[in-house]
């Protein structure tokens, strides 16, 4: 999953989870017992979401339809369209409308930037100006995220053309996002008590 995925599934009452949750993928390894209990339970939830999201038989499936034309990008490329499928529904899944919702996270990470990691402190900038939460319920936001990845990877990915998948199995897609989010939900329900 990313980041507006993470953010969603961490509990609504606790900061410091959601804090963690997002910040996890810029912690390596155990550099991370300094931080604040909570926000080491939250590094903990979002490896579990990845674990629990790459052993999943429908990511699998979802990542098929994509493995030919981008091998191990394709689940990164798949994260970014179940963020897209979870932003596009947002309402079924929230009762906060997604730009109050987004507003509010970006104020929470802005009010505690001196928290986060370096690399997750210059990425804020651009997350926030491009306003990519949000803007991931939108084709044009998505094609913007791929062509990004896809200069970081020096053209490599080939990311820039997902969208041309993205059109092409959009249902089936939207479908595999639907039962997966059902599950991972049910998931992270468990799973917040045991971290």
């Known amino acids: 999953m990313n980041f507006l995925a993470h953010l ?11 804090i963690g949750n997002f910040i996890a993928d810029h912690v390596r ?11 080491q339970r939250g590094i903990y939830l979002h490896r579990a979401i990845d674990t629990f999201t790459d052993s999943n038989e429908i990511v699998r499936i979802s990542k098929r339809r994509l493995h030919e034309r ?22 079924n899944y929230s009762q906060i409308p997604l730009d109050i919702y ?4 970006y104020q929470l990470l802005v009010d505690k930037k001196e928290t986060l990691p370096e690399k997750t402190q210059e990425l804020l900038p651009y997350m926030i100006q491009y306003n990519w939460l949000y803007n991931y319920q939108f084709i044009d936001g998505i094609q913007d995220v791929m062509n990004g990845m ?4 020096k053209g490599k990915s080939q990311m820039n053309l997902a969208i ?11 479908n595999d996002f639907q039962t997966f989010m059902f599950e991972l ?11």
């Open 185 to 195: 939900i049910n998931f992270v329900a468990i799973e917040i008590d045991k971290i």
């Open 8 to 18: 969603y599934l961490s509990p609504p009452n606790n900061n410091e989870i959601m």
């Open 164 to 174: 041309e998948d993205l059109e092409l199995y959009y249902t089936d897609l939207e």
């Open 29 to 39: 390894g155990n550099k991370f017992k300094h931080y604040p209990e909570n926000i």
């Open 150 to 153: 896809n200069r970081r990877t």
């Open 102 to 105: 987004t507003n509010s996270v």
């Open 70 to 91: 981008y091998g191990h990008y394709d689940g990164v490329i798949i994260d970014i369209f179940y963020d897209h499928f979870l932003a596009k529904n947002w309402d």
